[in-house]
């Protein structure tokens, strides 16, 4: 059983910065993809940011140059580096990694339970 644990979502002034952790644990042989996604009310969700073994990275157009998502592979943890936030960036926060318990098997998607990130003055 593979279980994730967010973090790091909070109150933030605009032009602030936060850091989103997502930190997995249970049987896990590998990960192979890891995603943040976000969901405002009333939006549909959205693909942040993607991080793919081997280092390759993916931001939506409306965070880039903004955010940064990386990881602490030794703790099999994952990261969302928030800055010059905006108040459209208000939503909660969502990781989900692309994992395989065991070697050869097909991976599976694991979501963790969302933080809140709110950015207001």
């Known amino acids: 059983q593979v279980q994730l644990v967010e973090s790091g979502g909070g109150l933030v002034q605009p032009g602030g910065s936060l850091r989103l952790s997502c930190a997995a644990s249970g049987s896990i042989f590998s990960i192979h993809v890891m995603n943040w996604y976000r969901q405002a009310p009333g939006k549909q969700r959205e693909l942040v940011a993607r991080l793919i073994t081997g280092g390759r990275t993916n931001y939506a157009d409306s965070v880039k140059g903004r955010f940064t998502i990386s990881r602490d592979a030794s703790a099999n943890t994952v990261y969302l580096q928030m800055n010059s936030l905006k108040p459209e960036d208000t939503a909660v926060y969502y990781c989900?990694?692309?994992?395989?318990?065991?070697?050869?098997?097909?991976?599976?998607?694991?979501w963790g339970q969302g933080t809140q990130v709110t950015v207001s003055s």
């Open positions: 989900s990694l692309e994992i395989s318990e065991r070697r050869g098997l097909i991976p599976y998607d694991y």
